[in-house]
């Protein structure tokens, strides 16, 4: 060339710097080299094996050669984005990925599975059983006996496992596995997954809470579709309402409310779909065997499913009892007695329309001051102790009934009152008030003088000429005036007895109204058992022995038992069995008297074997005047006043009288004293 020598070096640095130079332009016109680091990294690894070999060499056999490993190095490059991204979707997805080769007993995780039991991804995977103590005792034994059937027969396995916390709240997951095998079908380990499911098992163990709540609640739990149909009912609702659960879903729940109620329970639903709910809605529903109950609603309108959640309960007997309380509140209120009620100092603090008849003073009036100040007069310095000492007894829990005195009206009047105070009580047993309800008993406290001037009247007017009478027949008897020939002894005979039987019936009825008058009775002494033997015997020893009837007496003797009443009171009692037993037993028959104690009351008891009482007269033999046809057939002179006298004394001396009779064998009359006689 131009007559030049051909220079060999500078021919292959030429052509390597040419070859090299197309291939630049090539590639960067094809885009391989963006990375102009990377292109230089490239360049001069070329360049040293272009440097070391022949171009030719180059060219055909290592160039292809670099091209592949580069194309190799992408696709590592590739597939580690890919496993970023798996990771990711792991995380997203809350799965974990792990594999274990049981030679080794080695295990690795992917990152999602460290998360999700709390470890740091920089450390190594802990040993199959140290891994275990990740699990409660439960599911570590579950997981461990799946893992052993799986490398043991290559059965997988599917597990939901709760994953030990002792710092926080539970957490689950669900295990999934499945073996390894070498190419003859041999296990050589397991792979599989773990997929945190906490969230998902708070929604189930929610959604049983609530179904248990749903089913054990006492009150009625409903949920109601669009169309006013219920979908869903508890057991209570069936068991308030008594229809089945088919029943009440086969038709829309309007047609269970009592028609009265169905129109303002359509307006309830219309006004809860616009806000949303209902509290305390009140209607009626029909049951299912015509009974008819006031339920209280409460309800939630899901407007987006159209759903409407409702719970209800039974007010029936709440609405009974405030309806009776309305129509007391109204008698109270409306009543002649004064109902007042006062606080434990005694300021009152209601005052009805009859307190102010009786007082004068009006419920403006009287609210705010002390019950004294309206009703003790002026200058009674004793009424007004007896107030305060009123007060204080029942503010410690006393009740005080029938107790009588006299106020002050506002105009200065003085009126008789009988009233009963009462403590108020909350349901604990704390006192928190007082109650008072007073009766003007004016007008009755003037008829009972009235009443007492005639009884005072009838005494003299009646028995005087009665006694006068008897001792003229007595001496007419005794033959002072000549002797009695048959018929005159007769008539005399029988004037006699009717005389005496009419001193004996004016005698009674004095007595009883004497006790009904409100005759006090003497106070309460210590009796000796015995003492009442003797005048029991005295009294009716003489009529038994005309009889020849046996008395078998159980008191006698009895000195070392004592009760504490009025003695002449219940001697009267127990004379009147006596009597009646001496007079209704015939000839020859035994009656036993005596006492017994039991459950520390003092029972005394008259026993006889006479006419006894038929059935059908019993509840009639404490009636005034009342007489039994057998009665009156075996003496007919009775009055039919003694056991009432008996019975009015026994409840003036706060006792009991009972009796057992069969008619033909006889009677047993008791007189119980409660046990603070005893």
């Known amino acids: 060339m131009n007559g030049k020598k051909n220079n060999p070096i500078k021919f292959f640095v030429f052509t390597i710097a040419s070859i090299l130079l197309i291939e630049f332009v090539i590639l960067t016109v094809l885009g391989r080299w963006t990375n102009a680091t990377k292109f230089w990294e490239d360049l001069i690894s070329e360049l040293f094996l272009a440097a070391a070999v022949s171009p030719v060499l180059y060219f055909f056999f290592l160039r292809p050669l670099a091209k592949e490993i580069n194309e190799r190095k992408e696709a590592v490059e590739r597939l580690h984005e890919s496993g970023k991204e798996l990771n990711e979707a792991q995380r997203l997805g809350r799965i974990g990925n792990w594999n274990w080769d049981i030679a080794t007993d080695t295990i690795s995780w992917f990152e999602e599975y460290y998360r999700i039991f709390g ?94 709540f749903f089913q054990l609640s006492t009150d009625i739990m409903v949920i109601a579709d669009p169309l006013g149909c219920f979908k869903k009912v508890n057991p209570t609702a069936l068991r308030i309402l008594g229809y089945s659960e088919s029943e009440l879903l086969s038709k829309p729940f309007i047609d269970f409310v009592h028609p009265d109620d169905q129109q303002p329970t359509k307006d309830e639903m219309a006004r809860q779909m616009k806000v949303g709910a209902s509290l305390d809605f009140k209607n009626r529903y029909m049951c299912k065997g015509g009974t008819v109950l006031w339920l209280s609603w409460r309800a939630n309108y899901d407007k987006k499913d159209g759903i409407t959640y409702a719970t209800a309960r039974d007010i029936t007997k709440e609405r009974q009892a405030a309806e009776i309380n309305e129509k007391l509140a109204t008698v109270v209120r409306y009543t002649d007695d004064g109902v007042i009620s006062m606080d434990i100092k005694g300021i009152v603090t209601s005052w009805n329309k009859g307190a102010e008849i009786i007082s004068g003073y009006d419920e403006k009036e009287a609210i705010g001051k002390n019950i004294s100040e309206l009703t003790v007069p002026q200058g009674k310095t004793e009424d007004l102790e007896v107030s305060k000492n009123t007060i204080a007894r029942v503010s410690k829990g006393e009740r005080i009934e029938n107790y009588e005195r006299q106020i002050m009206k506002k105009n200065g009047n003085v009126v008789d009152v009988n009233m009963t105070v009462s403590p108020i009580t909350e349901e604990s047993g704390k006192i928190t008030g007082i109650s008072v309800i007073a009766r003007d008993i004016t007008k009755a406290k003037e008829i009972e003088r009235a009443k007492n001037d005639f009884l005072v009247l009838a005494s003299h007017q009646m028995r005087t000429p009665l006694s006068g009478t008897r001792w003229m027949i007595e001496t007419l008897k005794r033959g002072i005036f000549g002797k009695l020939e048959g018929k005159q002894k007769e008539y005399i005979d029988e004037i006699y007895k009717t005389n005496n039987r009419m001193i004996d019936l004016v005698s009674g009825m004095m007595s009883m109204l004497t006790l009904e008058s409100g005759a006090a009775f003497k106070a309460k002494e210590k009796i000796a058992i015995s003492k009442f033997s003797d005048d029991i015997i005295s009294v009716a020893g003489a009529l038994a022995e005309s009889k020849k009837i046996i008395l078998k007496d159980k008191l006698k003797g009895r000195d070392d038992a004592y009760i504490y009443s009025d003695f002449q009171a219940v001697k009267n009692i127990l004379e009147c069995f006596v009597s009646n037993a001496i007079n ?95």
């Not at 891994?131 to 439960?138: D, R």
């Not at 969230?199 to 609530?210: H, L």
């Not at 509840?619 to 009775?638: D, S, T």
């Open 119 to 212: 470890l740091d991804p920089a450390q190594r995977p802990p040993k199959y059983e140290e891994h275990l103590k990740a699990y409660t005792p439960e599911s570590a034994a579950r997981l461990d006996a799946a893992v052993k059937i799986n490398t043991q027969s290559g059965k997988p396995y599917e597990l939901d496992l709760e994953i030990a916390n002792p710092k926080g709240s539970a957490r689950w997951i669900t295990a999934r596995s499945e073996t390894k095998r070498d190419i003859q079908g041999k296990i050589i380990g397991l792979r599989g997954t773990a997929q945190d499911i906490t969230e998902r098992k708070r929604a189930e163990t929610e959604r049983e809470q609530f179904f248990k």
């Open 584 to 678: 209704y037993s015939s000839s020859g028959k035994e009656i036993e008297f005596g006492e017994k104690e039991e459950s520390g009351e003092a029972i005394f008891f008259v026993k006889d074997h006479g006419i006894g009482i038929p059935e059908e007269e019993k509840k009639h033999i404490f009636e005034r005047f009342f007489r039994g046809y057998r009665a009156k057939a075996v003496k007919p002179g009775g009055t039919g006043l003694g056991l009432s006298l008996a019975l009015l004394i026994a409840d003036k001396i706060g006792a009991k009288i009972s009796f057992e009779s069969q008619e033909g064998k006889g009677s047993t009359f008791y007189l119980r004293l409660p046990k603070e006689n005893v």
